[in-house]
Nanobody, 112 residues
Framework: VQLVESGGGLVQPGGSLRLSCVAS????????MGWYRQAPGKEREFVAS????????YYADSVKGRFTISRDNAKNTVFLQMNSVKPEDTAVYYC??????WGQGTQVTVSS
């Protein structure tokens, strides 16, 4: 499986951004997909995950109520809608298929 993220960029505090991750390759093996992030000088941390049907979604406490994960299985794509962003959301965001498949990451910078 290969994962390619897009949608990162510079956004002002309080603004919104939508990240996308397209999967290719052995996609029949994909069930759960997720998003992680890594800020400078910090370890990579869990952000959100979603099951194949979308019925099970989990979020880090730091993003609950602000971020929404969704997926379009017909397009092999998972999304992360980021609303009310804060400077502490600044990080490289990575798409993940458990346990060890990662995309290259997309930079999100929240700054005025």
């Amino acid at each position: 499986v290969q994962l390619v993220e897009s949608g990162g960029g510079l956004v002002q505090p309080g603004g919104s951004l939508r990240l996308s991750c397209v999967a290719s390759g052995s996609i029949f093996s994909i069930n759960t997909m997720g998003w992680y992030r890594q800020a400078p000088g910090k370890e990579r941390e869990f952000v959100a995950s979603i099951s194949w049907t979308g019925g099970n979604r989990y979020y880090a406490d730091s993003v609950k109520g602000r971020f929404t994960i969704s997926r379009d299985n017909a397009k092999n794509t998972v999304f992360l809608q980021m609303n009310s962003v804060k400077p502490e959301d600044t990080a490289v965001y990575y798409c993940n298929v458990p346990p060890l498949t990662w995309g290259q990451g997309t930079q999100v910078t929240v700054s005025s």
